[in-house]
């Protein structure tokens, strides 16, 4: 079992635009594999819209050591949306390990210590990342004509601590 903790979301709805997830999440793909990004691998993943009982939505997860996002684009009335989830993974091991009374703190502090090093790698993987997305919108967007996203809708959320 993988616990996973969130550490940001974006997301942005594209008045009458048309695209299929697929040939959206293959254009970041191709973003990603042309940046070179140490260590990020992709993948589709199918994760339940709304329970059990649900049908799947296919999401592009882009991962690098212990963070990935689940990116989702998918028609939405006249236009499309896209999303992110920018998530931590942790063991169900190392989870529990953390609640455990005095020790817990001990063992993150330890095992796990959050560093200059590891605080900027997420910054640059989010912002990396972020900026494919954003890549792949705008040129979806030129495309068909359209308005580029403004400085605001390109915003890279704060990261959650």
């Given at each position: 079992?993988?616990?996973?903790?969130?550490?940001?979301?974006?997301?942005?709805?594209?008045?009458?635009?048309?695209?299929?997830?697929?040939?959206?999440?293959?254009?970041?793909?191709?973003?990603?594999?042309?940046?070179?990004?140490?260590?990020?691998?992709?993948?589709?993943?199918?994760?339940?819209?709304?329970?059990?009982?649900?049908?799947?939505?296919?999401?592009?997860?882009?991962?690098?050591?212990?963070?990935?996002?689940?990116?989702?684009?998918?028609?939405?009335?006249?236009?499309?949306?896209?999303?992110?989830?920018?998530?931590?993974?942790?063991?169900?091991?190392?989870?529990?390990?953390?609640?455990?009374?005095?020790?817990?703190?001990?063992?993150?502090?330890?095992?796990?210590?959050?560093?200059?090093?590891?605080?900027?790698?997420?910054?640059?993987?989010?912002?990396?990342v972020h900026s494919c997305i954003v890549h792949a919108i705008n040129t979806m967007l030129e495309a068909k004509g359209m308005k580029a996203l403004s400085d605001a809708q390109k915003a890279v959320p704060a990261a959650?601590?």
């Open positions: 079992m993988i616990e996973k903790q969130f550490v940001s979301h974006w997301h942005q709805y594209i008045e009458n635009m048309t695209q299929t997830p697929k040939e959206f999440y293959s254009s970041i793909e191709t973003l990603i594999k042309d940046e070179q990004l140490p260590d990020v691998k992709t993948s589709r993943v199918k994760h339940s819209e709304r329970g059990l009982l649900s049908a799947n939505r296919e999401y592009l997860q882009i991962k690098s050591k212990g963070y990935f996002f689940d990116v989702c684009a998918a028609p939405y009335g006249r236009g499309f949306f896209v999303s992110y989830w920018q998530r931590e993974n942790r063991s169900a091991k190392g989870s529990l390990l953390e609640r455990i009374p005095i020790f817990g703190g001990l063992f993150r502090a330890v095992a796990m210590p959050e560093t200059f090093f590891t605080v900027d790698t997420r910054l640059m993987f989010q912002g990396a959650s601590n």
